[in-house]
């Protein structure tokens, strides 16, 4: 009974003694700070100070309150009597606001590093209001090249990281994806689309822009992303690391009370950028109309011969007012609707904390009858078990999926490109449903396209991890983390018979059914001892297992019984095909730190990996790597009073990288008709590890108390031992030998300039640049390759290929003959085109990338913008040339039936040559000719440089005094766009597109993709 009183006694003195602690937190200049983390120490509770930087706990007279932000020093203040705490945070110079996410999820300060990274905040990424973490990378990161390969409703992106290590077209120059310290996958799988006959497309990531699977992340479950460019900075990674890592941290729960978060957004999408159509002439042929009305006929018209072109009379002329000009890509674009909303909640106390979220992203295309939406679950917990034993467990459920516009050869885009302005796109149904159609069949219509055949993709996804940390003593630490990655992606694709691409085979359903498992575990020991007070060494070791297990059915039914109907038991022959592939990478790694005053680091790595692509006898494989740095910032100024921080730094690594799963020795697969066949293709029993080796060297510079600041680093990577088939004699029995040979190399420079010009208590304005450029080069290739080609064009001659000597990305093709720098007119009036031998015309990649990042805030409102530049690149229009001898292109008519002398020399008769004098009609028998223009690299490559506004925001942030009322601690208004300012010369779609899939290692190839839009999106987000 006496403690029963005591406790009630006790109980009442508490309460009688608590009390509501308020106040306002502020940096050195006065500017409230949102987001600082107020905790009672040693009783699990806490809050975050609000937009205003204001905070409300419950306390009691003695409690500790711990006040912390990143940068800036913790405090710990002891309650009082007072109710009121103001708190000033000052910086901590000592963390120079940057601890940096490496390798296996470490965090290491910034000085000690040796190489090259960035890091980007989760505000960032929320600027860019885009539903595609990458996407939301892009202009970020100097070396770091991010392109939306299309504009359709859920389209991939592809990535580069110091260009193009890899040479054949079917290897992988991806970076390593790494979400809370292991690999995800991030595959693009273009699988196999296209009928058996009748399609000239390459393959099938030519004919659709399938999703990455790191779409499958939601950004707002981000906090920060590291970017480890080379390969020092990804070394510990094994041969996965050899294309560098983009390393994810995401969101964690915070101590303290929950903490409710809900962001709501709507954008629009539109295309603005497209090629300049005539308004002058019709359709038609040598000036004359070929095509009238006639409800009465089977398809609508009357056809005075083929109804095809655009070279018929002006519109003025034409007596028919059936016909006038329609801006065919106004008229088939629509705007686009994205419609996104997440919930998250996050909290807890020091022994539990979680993070949960929900996300949707529902996308109408800019294509008729496309659209794309993506499902997001997500739950994270942190579990102190002891004082020295912690668990984190996550769990992440994606459903992704969506329609998906064709491009490509015999495509919506193709059929886009000869389409005549004359002709209404959208009156595309005859009264019995079928294809109403001027061109009678010579290209289909693109809305009747875009209306009855499509790709559908339905993905499920599940990525598990758990992961327990373990303080055994002051200097040990053990930590195990496993998790699984599995998703199943079913896709159907149906063509019915009366499209050009379905024709040949009677139309065509393709099913696909993909299913990937992978396991990845990491057992990390790390020791950290201090040898001396000025001499510390941390030593790490460690065991990786990374297994995947990918299953792969796919139909194929040609030959539709019934039109309409899209199910397979509706075609009269079935091709089917499946397969199963596994493969198992075991490493074991090292890593040894050692660091002097405080003032010298040194880091020396060594993994050994195990990899079952490999042959028996070489699959085990070791590379190291070495970094080091040194501070000497206080050497030139003691006090740091100009000169915050100095760090030079140099690197130097070998990674490996290994073959497709299959190419070693020769193998038995699956036929289409049942059965097996023996593979055309075998590999040498000795085929050995490509291997990268890399050097880097850079500098860190800062002033004036870390407001200014120059980072700027030089690099050389060299691949070596490149993994090639080689063609071989059919006297052998094989038509191809995978083998090693070939080697590139990448030389680059990266600039990072940073300024926080204004930071006062109303305005803060901060500056970013960032300024990259990377110079590749062909050193050899296998003795019996003279070119790599990657992409070819046909009969227009444009192809993408190395030769020795050449930079990844080289684009080869046919020009004009030229005399003494002078284009040749021959007798006729005309340039001619030598098309016995291709020339080199240009490169897909930019001499140099640079980009300006600005944000300014002035009290509650803040604005940011984006801008990119990218200068040179070079790219080949594919649908272009169908535009130019269709006569639908301005370039067409700006001349047309006028007599003209063209710019060049001509025979002066005695062996020489002199001005050209002598006249030539330019009409479509011009524009037509394939040996005089349309196969001209001059007409068909160009200049790709281009100026963007990536993206811009407004945001408001209401204040306190409105919120509070309504019991919410945070409400912002934002609104934004992106792409919506582009300059270029390129005539046609934004540039920035490409006409294969993300992951295809293709570029230079562009105009037959589903074109990029621009972006304006509104945005609420409450929290409370």
Partial sequence: MKVKFLLFFLHLYCISFAQNVSGLVTDNSGVPLAGVSVLVEGKGKGTVTDFD???????????????????LKTQRVTVG????????????????????????????DIKTVGYSLQQIDSETIEKSNSTNIFEALQGNVAGLSISTTSGTAGGGTDILLRGVNSLYAGNDNQPLIIVDGLPVNNETISGEVNPSTGSNSTNSAEQFSFSNRGMDINPEDIASVSVLKGASASALYGLRGANGAIIITTKRGKIGKPQ???????????????????????????????????????DGYDHNGTTFYTWGPTYEDDPDNNFFFHNTYDDFFRTGLVLENNFSVNGGSESIRYFASIGHVDESGIVPNTDYSRTTVRLKNNIELSKSLDFEGSIGYTKSGGSRANSGDKSIMSSLSYWSPSVDINDYLLPDGSQKNYAAGIIDNPRYFAETSNLKDDVDRWIASGKLNWDVNDWLNLSYIASIDTYADNRRRYVPDDLDVGDDVGGFIVEEHIKFNAFNSNFIATATKDITDKFRATLLVGNQIDMNDKDYAYVRGEGLRAAGLNNLGNTREIFQRSYNQKRRIVGLFGDLRLEYANRVFFTLTGRNDWASTL????????????????LFNDLIDEEQKIFSFGKIRASWAEVGKIPPIGVVGRFYYPSDYNGFYISETAGILDLEPE????????TDLRFLDNKFRIDYTYYRNTSEKQIFPLNVAPSSGISRLWTNAGKVENIGHEVLLSADILHNEKINWTATVNWFTNEGEVLSLPEDISSIVFADSGFAGVVAQVNVGDSPGTLYGYTWRYENGQRYIGANGRPEIEVDERKKVGNAFPDWTGTFQNTFSYKNLSLSFLLEYKKGGDLYDAGQRNSIRNGILQITADQRNETVVLDGVMDDGNGGYTTNTIETLIDQNYFRDSFAYNRASEILVQDASWLKLRNISLTYNLPGTVIEPLNLDTVSLSVGAGNIILWTPFDGFDP???????GSNTYGFTGLNIPLAQTYNFTLKVGF
């Fill in 260 to 298: 409710f978060s809900f962001v709501s957004g709507l954008s629009m999408k539109s295309v603005e950028k497209t090629p300049e159509l005539q308004s002058k002439y019709r359709e038609g042929y040598s000036g004359e109309a070929r095509l009238s009305m006639n409800p009465d006929s089977a």
């Fill in 53 to 71: 930087g204001k905070f409300t706990i419950n306390a009691i007279q003695g409690d500790i309150l711990i006040f912390s932000f990143i940068g």
């Fill in 691 to 698: 291997i990268t080796r890399t050097f880097e060297i850079g």
């Fill in 615 to 630: 042959p028996k006898d070489n699959r085990s494989f070791f590379y190291p790597s070495a970094s080091a740095s040194f």
């Fill in 81 to 108: 009597s007072d109710t009121t705490i103001n708190v000033v945070l000052e910086e901590d110079t000592t963390t120079l606001d940057e601890v940096v996410v490496t390798a296996f999820g470490i965090e290491k």
């Fill in 992 to 998: 920035e597109g490409n006409q294969y899939s993300a």
